[in-house]
């Protein structure tokens, strides 16, 4: 089945406790992007990535990094997670830069 | 600011009526244009795409762009309970990036709407 995975679903966590987010996509897909969600405010892009190491930073990218080491995953990477990061995280791919995005089923993160 | 504006809502209809949501965006750039249905806790799927002038219709869906007005809208007619979501206006932008074809999709904030029987 063709699909975007993210793990973990839920995550509780308290400041300043590095975390990783997966993303992997099995679409042989080449961009990818990951969103956060907040009430009022839509979806926003954190970073993308239109191929294997090739990343750059979307709307709201301070407080996060990402890597692209192999096409079918993208990891989200939060170093130093903060309150203000708690928030609906989405990780999306898309085969070329002009198509819908497919979207994964959403990771909840609460930073304690 | 490039930004894809949507009506506040939330929206209630009854159930059997047209539901109308309208969207904005002010990057004359934008190219595509994308309506997502995301049910509360879920991820969005895609309804529609258009990208030509005009009506394009799909069921009881139908996607309209007036690109001088930068103006979408969706129709959904005969509007039942299970259509009670919040629907996501998104725009993606024309243009490369970097030496990369690369349209950067910018969302709304999203229109909650509530079909009651």
């Known amino acids: 089945e063709a699909q975007v995975t993210q793990n973990p679903r839920y995550l509780i966590t308290v400041t300043g406790k590095k975390l990783t987010v997966t993303c992997s996509q099995n679409?042989?897909?080449?961009?990818m992007s990951w969103y956060r969600q907040d009430p009022g405010l839509g979806l926003r892009q954190i970073y993308y990535?239109?191929?294997?190491?090739?990343?750059d930073k979307g709307d709201v990218p301070e407080g996060y990094k990402v890597s692209r080491k192999e096409k079918r995953n993208f990891p989200l990477i939060l170093e130093s997670p903060s309150p203000n990061q708690t928030s609906l995280y989405f990780c999306a791919s898309t085969p070329s830069g002009f198509s819908e995005q497919f979207f994964g089923p959403g990771t909840r993160l609460t930073v304690l | 600011q490039k930004e894809v504006e949507q009506n506040s809502g939330p929206l209630s209809v009854p159930e059997g009526a047209i539901a109308s949501l309208n969207c904005t965006y002010s990057d004359r750039g934008s190219q595509s244009f994308f309506w997502y249905r995301q049910y509360s806790g879920k991820s969005p799927e895609l309804i529609m795409f258009i990208y030509s002038n005009g009506d394009k219709e799909d069921g009881r869906f139908t996607a309209q762009l007036n690109k001088a007005s930068q103006y979408v809208s969706l129709l959904i007619r005969d509007s039942q309970p299970s259509d009670s979501a919040t629907y996501l206006c998104?725009?993606?932008?024309?243009?490369?990036?970097?030496?990369?074809?690369?349209?950067?999709?910018?969302f709304g904030q999203g229109t909650i709407l509530t079909v009651h029987p």
């Open positions: 990535s239109m191929n294997v190491e090739v990343t």
């Open positions: 679409m042989n897909h080449e961009y």
């Open positions: 998104a725009a993606r932008s024309g243009g490369r990036l970097g030496g990369t074809s690369y349209g950067k999709l910018t």
